[in-house]
């Protein structure tokens, strides 16, 4: 590590030492050799069928029930598509994902954030604003190892979100890429399953974090219906999604790939997370923070009277980058970053909190 | 072929035995095993950037110019996205591929179709209709081969349909994703290159035809100010497109994979294009047609009288199957249907045709 190398708790993405190349190419052959026609040629808008039906089944659903895509990203703008009325209200964490902040404006959608919790959205905030007239078309709820803030939605919680969706009659929109990537605690039932088929949910999710970004295949599972009316905008907007790149998906997936790259993925995140919490403790002793039991990332709070929109390029002036807290909100959080961890090698992460440390000093100097 | 095999020139889609699927597989293995990062990481909506850079070269364009998508379908939607306005007319050929009729009215564009000749679109019935006031955003064709007529626009067409664009100030959008499957006849200067960068001309292809559908990689050629907006539009829809099929096609591009497909994939549609013509004229004299000199498709009419919406069913009962004329028109075209030849065997043409004939037949029987 050269003192110019910037080190980078920017972006969500895994670094290519937990990605299983060699098994990818193993894949990509077997695809070829085994189904060489389902990969080249035009597929459906429901994406490769042995891959969607590989999905029903971990989800326990219907095959119909299932869709496949070109990234979870382009499954949430379908989705958004579809449901997003303009001028209507929609529930988001707060703070949340960037993009689907953007993505909700784009479409006019009345942003509604309720507090995030280390447990989880804020229900009983959301139930009194329920009980105060809000009607939202649906929740946006990333329930496991939030992005950004890597909190995790208690099971009691999951439970009260799907009685308020059931009262009041919305969607909960369970956006899940995380939820392999768990290297702490104990898997918590999703709320798709909670819901026992009532359709008070659509979930999302994507093999970027348990196979590789690079093959953008992401999925929903939701109603039938809802489900039916995706199938129609997506066969409208690209006939069908990658084939090749799903069938290497289903391929890997079958043969235990997805298993085994979870076990290195999030044995490489423990290790990551241990080291990150321990230079935070040690560079700078005022950052709250919990660490998470798994994902990406981990939100920092470095007190009142720090600016971070200040501390940024002071920090990129050192060699160290993160996002700032504010990306992830509508207002407020002006103390806050998240740290991506997924990208950053172990002997990155002390250099990289010790350059933090030094910019923010910089600036109180 | 047992008789109860369906027959079918209704799908644009090459057969198996005309797709590379050994070059695909050294492919694959050689873009994972050269850029693994680059095939399994995040990229950015441009595409991946070395195939990116091909482009440019083939079409003699700076890269900024250039955007590679997932399949041009949805290449076009995001054209569609960006230049579409509600209410406004859009010049179309007639007939044109049914899709992009699907996708102008889903967006409510004012369609306006100009009649096709063999020779490309009517360009002075479209001088006439400029003449008298018409002002459209832009102006849809397919020059080579057209979907589903087959017929290629003449290169003084393409001058004049340029000249006019300059003259009444709209865009030409040359949807071109069979031009490199030409098996007669001389290739012409795309419309693009003629335009000699003055922004009239936005460009869109695909390696469906030259490498296989199932890749699904497309990319659009435009000023920079144009791809620019699509640019952003695709980062907020999807990030990236598919990186790993991306780096695949590259690989297999930069190998010589699609010179050697495409001497494949030609050979064997000038012999099944020769097979048909034969057997038309000898089954079914009264057809008119023309014989394509490249794509996928042969425009049939076969006479006042025939009422195709009725052959469909009956072709089907006697197993073959095609796409209604009717489909790729806003009216007119009751005795047209397209043949696709791209997805037969020579050995299923003629028995195919000789059902056809067996049908039509029994109708009018």
């Known amino acids: 590590m050269t003192a110019s190398e910037l080190i980078s708790f920017a972006r969500g993405a895994p670094s290519l030492d937990i990605i299983d190349v060699a098994g990818l190419k193993a894949a990509a052959d077997a695809a070829l050799t085994q189904d060489p026609g389902g990969a080249l040629g035009y597929g459906t808008a429901i994406g490769y069928p042995p891959l969607r039906k590989l999905l029903a089944e971990w989800h326990g659903v219907a095959e119909d029930q299932v869709l496949v895509t070109n990234g979870s990203m382009q499954a949430d703008a379908f989705l958004f598509d579809e449901l997003v009325v303009a001028g209507q209200p929609v529930v988001v964490e707060r703070p949340t994902y960037d993009r689907t902040l953007l993505g909700l404006r784009d479409r006019d959608a009345d942003v509604r954030p309720v507090s995030l919790d280390v447990d989880g959205i804020d229900v009983e905030e959301l139930a009194g604003l329920l009980e105060g007239g809000l009607r939202p078309t649906f929740a946006h709820i990333i329930p496991n190892f939030q992005n950004p803030a890597g909190y995790t939605l208690s099971l009691a919680k999951r ?33 798709l399953e909670l819901d026992e088929g009532r359709g008070r949910v659509v979930y999302a999710s994507s093999f970027s974090k348990t196979v590789a970004p690079g093959v953008r295949v992401g999925y929903i599972v939701g109603s039938a219906e809802l489900v039916g009316r995706v199938r129609v905008r997506a066969t409208n907007t690209y006939i069908s999604p990658n084939m090749l790149a799903q069938a290497i998906v289903h391929r890997f997936t079958a043969d235990g790939g997805v298993d085994r790259s979870v076990a290195v993925v999030n044995a490489a995140l423990a290790e990551r997370v241990k080291t990150l919490c321990d230079a935070l403790s040690r560079h700078l002793p005022q950052a709250r923070f919990t660490a998470p039991e798994g994902g990406y990332f981990m939100w920092v709070d470095l007190g009142e009277g720090v600016d971070v929109a200040k501390l940024l390029p002071a920090a990129e002036a050192l060699g160290v980058t993160f996002v700032k807290g504010t990306d992830f909100l509508l207002e407020g959080g002006e103390s806050t970053l998240r740290l991506a961890y997924s990208g950053v090698r172990v002997d990155q992460i002390e250099e990289g909190v010790s350059r933090l440390a030094a910019a923010l000093r910089s600036l109180q100097g």
Do not use: C, N, S
């Not at 969706?165 to 918590?188: H, M, N, T």
């Open 159 to 191: 439970k009260r979100l799907l009685e308020l969706a059931g009262q009041y009659d919305f969607v909960i929109f369970e956006d899940d890429p995380y939820v392999k990537i768990r290297f702490a605690g104990e898997p918590l039932p999703t709320m």
